[in-house]
């Protein structure tokens, strides 16, 4: 079975850093658009920052220049290094890839649990 299992947040002060890592696990064939979506009390889930199929990384406008998403390919694993934490970043923040379970299959969205993090003022 496929999972994505997040890790890395907490509580920080505003203008601190945290990196999240998310790690792809079981059998599959290939995963393709990975990367970071977030959600804030009462707000609808957006993109963060993601690996795009066409080769590009796309970053949510708020966080360019402050968030960096990068890539581990043998360890399966996608990094989201939060530096300059604002109030506003405070969200759970999930995990996200299209992943391909074999040579012949479709690909299929697949989510992590999330995970918190909270920036204090």
């Known amino acids: 079975q496929v999972q994505l299992v997040e890790s890395g947040g907490g509580t920080v002060q505003s203008g601190g850093s945290l990196r999240l890592s998310c790690v792809v696990s079981g059998r599959f064939y290939d995963f393709y658009d990975i990367g970071w979506y977030r959600q804030a009390p009462g707000k609808q889930r957006e993109l963060v920052a993601a690996f795009l199929s066409t080769g590009s990384i796309a970053y949510e406008a708020s966080v360019t220049g402050r968030f960096t998403i990068s890539r581990d390919n043998p360890k399966n694993t996608v990094y989201l290094q939060m530096n300059s934490l604002q109030p506003e970043d405070s969200a759970v923040y999930y995990c996200?890839?299209?992943?391909?379970?074999?040579?012949?299959?479709?690909?299929?969205?697949?989510w992590g649990q999330g995970t918190q993090v909270t920036v204090s003022s």
């Open positions: 996200k890839a299209k992943i391909q379970v074999s040579s012949t299959s479709l690909q299929y969205d697949y």
